[in-house]
């Protein structure tokens, strides 16, 4: 099921949109500020974003724009105003679509199917679905090679991937500084067990919120490292 954000101040328009969208299939969240808008966009994973222009705190260029420097989420711009100027300047910040209020709902329906359908089409939907793991708040795509903390995507080398992803992939068994060296450089290691030690360092700098106190990549003193289930 597809997942929709709707970020509009104006609650009755926001939950008549909801309404239609949900009869259609569709799971629905509102916010009805930027700010929080804006947060749950950045940090949530969703199929479609319908912001509208004029928001408090925050409005619907920002929030456009902070979305397209992060993601290719399909995204419909929403407002009452009809100058061109506005809708070049939403599109020019990567919206995918400017609809002007009043707009009839089951329009808005049949844009978001078009864009979802559109967008499904550019990533490959009817390919096989990739490879995931994912353990307390982390979400590794072995397929794309791509990462999410808390929903929030971090840029990984190819060997810390590696490494992360055989960690992930043993919780709880212990391995040393050798065995992770054989496995992820597919050598000996001839006294490079310090590159063992510096990536794991940066990896828990991307996937920790307190490096000193790891909750996922543990060190067992004088053996090596387990990941924690």
Same mark, same amino acid.
């Given at each position: 099921?597809?997942?929709?954000?709707?970020?509009?101040?104006? #609650? *009755?328009?926001?939950?008549?949109?909801?309404?239609?969208? /949900?009869?259609?299939?569709?799971?629905?969240?509102? %916010? !009805? +500020?930027?700010?929080?808008?804006?947060?749950?966009?950045?940090?949530?994973?969703?199929?479609?974003?319908?912001?509208?222009?004029?928001?408090?705190?925050?409005?619907?260029?920002?929030?456009?724009?902070?979305?397209?420097?992060?993601?290719?989420?399909?995204?419909?711009?929403?407002?009452?105003?009809?100058?061109?100027?506005?809708?070049?300047?939403?599109?020019?910040?990567?919206?995918?679509?400017?609809?002007?209020?009043?707009?009839?709902?089951?329009?808005? #329906? *049949?844009?978001?199917?078009?864009?979802?359908?559109?967008? /499904?089409?550019?990533?490959?939907?009817?390919?096989? %679905? !990739? +490879?995931?793991?994912?353990?307390?708040?982390?979400?590794?795509?072995?397929?794309?090679?791509?990462?999410?903390?808390?929903?929030?995507?971090?840029?990984?080398?190819?060997?810390?991937?590696?490494?992360?992803?055989?960690?992930?992939?043993?919780?709880?068994?212990?391995?040393?500084?050798?065995?992770?060296?054989?496995?992820?450089?597919?050598?000996?290691?001839?006294?490079?067990?310090?590159?063992?030690?510096?990536?794991?360092?940066?990896?828990?700098?991307?996937?920790?919120?307190?490096?000193?106190?790891?909750?996922?990549? /543990?060190?067992?003193?004088?053996?090596?490292?387990?990941?924690?289930?």
């Amino acid at each position: 099921m597809s997942r929709i954000l709707i970020v509009e101040d104006e #609650v *009755a328009i926001a939950d008549l949109e909801k309404d239609y969208l /949900e009869l259609s299939g569709f799971e629905v969240e509102i %916010e !009805n +500020d930027g700010r929080s808008g804006l947060e749950r966009a950045l940090n949530e994973e969703f199929d479609l974003f319908i912001l509208d222009l004029m928001l408090p705190e925050v409005d619907g260029f920002e929030i456009c724009h902070q979305i397209r420097e992060k993601k290719n989420t399909p995204i419909l711009m929403v407002s009452a105003k009809k100058d061109d100027i506005d809708k070049i300047r939403g599109l020019g910040l990567g919206a995918d679509d400017y609809v002007t209020k009043p707009f009839s709902p089951s329009e808005l #329906v *049949a844009r978001v199917k078009a864009h979802l359908a559109r967008y /499904e089409r550019l990533i490959g939907s009817n390919s096989p %679905e !990739n +490879d995931i793991i994912e353990i307390r708040g982390i979400r590794i795509d072995k397929t794309a090679r791509r990462v999410w903390i808390n929903g929030e995507e971090k840029q990984f080398t190819t060997k810390e991937f590696d490494l992360l992803t055989f960690l992930a992939e043993n919780p709880n068994h212990v391995f040393t500084k050798d065995e992770l060296f054989r496995e992820i450089w597919d050598m000996e290691s001839i006294g490079d067990i310090a590159t063992v030690t510096v990536h794991i360092k940066k990896i828990r700098e991307k996937i920790e919120m307190n490096t000193n106190k790891p909750q996922y990549i /543990e060190t067992i003193w004088g053996v090596g490292y387990r990941f924690k289930l």
